[in-house]
């Protein structure tokens, strides 16, 4: 706020008072999308059956594999990795993996170092395989996913494809089609939940529910989430009020940036997941009236306390295009006590006796602080606990702030057409038919690339 940072960086309340018949605006509209069928995110918790369906397939399989190896990129699986890292703890400090305590191997990238390596280190046998795409035609999935599938088959024999469990579009798709000819373990995706807000839907479920979370906890806290997000009231409804002043940010102070900011190393992959949210669904170059815009704000992911000493000069004194959210934990599991003593050093003997917790949240609040003395605006979204329920909650905190903001910029916050262009030319010059015209554009690029 403009009294805390300064006029010229924060917001005042005349500023936030005049904005809120938009914010009263983005809220009915949104919810109409919602009611009429276009977006189904908000949903997803209240999905009893699905939620009980993949339960009983994670009850059956119990004990017959002690790695979980999920085939998937982008949304198909940051939203796994940021369960598990929130609910089970952050790699590789989760224990040693067992049939009662299976792992989480996530292949999301096509580098043959990591998805070999990764084979090298995982038995076919033990391993249980889940490949989720929702087009069910990815190049990066589908590749990773042939080999992962060659190798179970050569591994585990006949038993290879009761090791394979598919997640993707229920009516469309060639891996619809392969999982129906296979015979392998399908759940759906709904056609109106786009990947990036899919973390609630089979795609974050079922690989959730396979290393033993807690999915009907995640469900609850995140449709009492889902009952505050329609509520117009700013106090009460915490994503419509953290979209209004992001935009306000945006918008009127040109604040192109936003810090996720995790004082927490199981929010971890929260953050990346969030910066995959924010970005693709908000960086857009034409609004609904088809006006180019190019508008956006950047996210960025920092950890607390360890990025205070590789980004936080950069905070302090570089440009101010940026706004802070601080994600805080007010309860840990375990406080982390520091063992009294004295060595006459002052640098150590103060901190006998305290405990980690307390220093994460004073490295937090001190952060926090420092910026604010320093003009540079900040918030704070604090969780009492990283359990199943308030972690449902945040995610889908996030998703309704991500749409109200969308709402508040005009644009379409649920499509990706950038993307799509890079996809093609992939398609072109690995040989898919019918993309023969995007390995001709690619050959004229390179022509003039090479001509400069």
């Not at 996913?145 to 179970?152: A, G, R, S, T």
Request: proline content about 4%.
């Amino acid at each position: 706020m403009a009294p805390m940072v300064g006029a010229e960086h924060g917001l005042t309340a005349a500023e936030i008072a005049k904005a809120r018949p938009a914010a009263e605006a983005a809220l009915q509209g949104f919810r109409k999308s919602v009611e009429t069928g276009e977006y189904g995110f908000p949903h997803l918790p209240f999905q009893t059956k699905l939620i009980k369906d993949i339960l009983a397939y994670a009850s059956s399989v119990k004990g017959t594999y002690d790695t979980v190896c999920l085939v998937g990129i982008g949304g198909s699986a940051l939203g796994a990795w940021a369960l598990d890292c929130a609910l089970r703890g952050p790699h590789p400090v989760q224990g040693t993996h067992s049939a009662k305590l299976p792992r989480l191997v996530i292949l999301d990238n096509v580098d043959p170092s990591f998805i070999l390596g990764a084979l090298a280190s995982m038995n076919p046998k033990k391993t249980l395989a889940v490949v989720a795409a929702k087009s069910g035609s990815t190049a990066e999935t589908v590749s990773a996913f042939l080999i992962v599938k060659d190798w179970l088959e050569k591994g585990a024999g006949k038993s290879a494809k009761k090791r394979i469990v598919c997640v993707t579009s229920e009516g469309k798709g060639d891996l619809k089609v392969l999982a129906t000819g296979e015979g392998y373990r399908t759940f759906h995706l709904p056609d109106n939940v786009g990947g990036r807000f899919s973390v609630l839907s089979a795609i974050g479920l079922v690989p959730a529910a396979l290393i033993g979370l807690d999915i009907r906890g995640l469900a609850k806290g995140a449709a009492e989430m889902t009952g505050a997000s329609w509520k117009p009231d700013l106090d009460v409804n915490l994503a419509l009020n953290g979209a209004l002043h992001h935009h306000l940010m945006l918008t009127l102070r040109q604040k192109t940036i936003q810090v996720a900011f995790p004082y927490s190393n199981r929010l971890w992959g929260t953050a990346f997941w969030f910066r995959q949210l924010w970005a693709e669904s908000l960086g857009k170059a034409r609004n609904r009236k088809g006006e180019l815009i190019y508008a956006g704000q950047t996210p960025v992911a920092a950890l607390g306390s360890t990025d205070q000493h590789s980004q936080v000069q950069l905070y302090m004194e570089g440009p101010n295009d940026k706004v802070y959210t601080f994600w805080g934990v007010n309860k840990y599991a375990d406080s982390g006590r520091i063992p009294k003593g004295k060595t006459g050093l002052a640098a150590f003997d103060y901190l006998g006796g305290q405990t980690l917790a307390k220093l994460i949240r004073a490295e937090q609040v001190a952060t926090a602080a420092a910026l604010t003395a320093n003009s540079r605006p900040n918030n704070t979204l604090t969780l009492d606990r990283v359990d199943a329920a308030h972690v449902g909650a945040f995610l889908q905190l996030m998703e309704f702030q991500t749409a109200f903001m969308g709402e508040l910029m005009d644009i379409n916050a649920f499509d990706q057409e950038g993307v799509e262009l890079g996809k093609k030319f992939t398609f072109g010059l690995m040989g898919r038919k019918g993309f023969e015209k995007y390995a001709d554009d690619f050959a004229a690029y390179e022509r003039k690339r090479a001509s400069l």
